[in-house]
């Protein structure tokens, strides 16, 4: 149904129209590749048939078409200080139907579209059919694990001490001990260690048993956790708390 080889090759002739030398823009290729990767993983496990398979795939591939554009014009991944990159991926792919770069036939263009539009929202829009709604949480689902990886590796690397010496917030240490996903209000300033710990209350809002497996198996909350050393013993323990919360979520959710 989908040539996925030829869906890889035009995302990469697209984003040559964009400063590749920069890290963190090269980076989103790289992201895109294994979003794409771990979508499949997830459909997989859900018995879908080999089309919905490659559908899930190609979501993940273009989940993120918009983030190149939205640094581009404002030097920021943040969508609360530019535009919503899920809205405006879903613009990009209808303009002159250039979504029929990727898939010729028609058929499944709404699930693309409402899957890459609600992928970034705090929570899935309602009114969506039942297969929309499964592919949506597909690639939130797989976009979040991934988030993870990059949370445990690439995030804080070189700004680990600024993490460290960083107070949690009450009301983000409230919300996480309350099992919420954490939302990122526009105007409210988060320091490090509040972004790390709404990172790691992403484990609220995973809809798969397959993504709760694959993120106990590449043990991420521990990962993100133990690249700090915390100096001050009441963050210390609060953050083995938060630890201990999330890994318990983990595993009753398996």
Request: aromatic fraction near 10%; charge should be negative.
């Amino acid at each position: 149904m989908i040539d996925l080889e030829k869906a890889k090759q035009e995302f990469k002739k697209y984003t040559l129209d964009y400063d590749l030398t920069i890290a963190k823009v090269n980076n989103k290729i790289d992201h895109s590749f294994r979003v794409m990767e771990i979508s499949k993983q997830i459909a997989q496990e859900q018995n879908l048939t080999e089309d919905g398979i490659e559908l899930a795939e190609l979501i993940g591939l273009l989940h993120d078409i918009a983030r190149f554009e939205q640094y581009k014009q404002y030097k920021t991944f943040r969508d609360v200080d530019s535009i919503d990159h899920g809205d405006y991926g879903e613009k990009i792919l209808k303009q002159n139907q250039y979504i029929r770069k990727y898939i010729e036939i028609a058929d499944y263009d709404n699930i693309i579209l409402k899957a890459i539009r609600n992928h970034n929202k705090f929570e899935i829009e309602q009114g969506l059919s039942q297969e929309e709604e499964l592919f949506a949480k597909i690639i939130r689902d797989a976009d979040k694990i991934d988030i993870y990886y990059e949370a445990a590796e690439m995030f804080w690397k070189d700004a680990k001490k600024i993490v460290e010496n960083s107070k949690l917030s009450p009301e983000i240490e409230e919300q996480f001990n309350n099992r919420n996903t954490i939302k990122r209000e526009k105007g409210v300033q988060l320091n490090e260690l509040d972004k790390m710990v709404l990172t790691l209350s992403f484990i609220y809002d995973i809809n798969f048993m397959e993504s709760f497996h694959i993120i106990k198996d590449k043990d991420y909350i521990n990962r993100i956790i133990n690249q700090f050393n915390f100096s001050n013993e009441e963050t210390k323990q609060k953050i083995e708390n938060i630890r201990k919360i999330a890994n318990q979520f983990l595993e009753i959710n398996q």
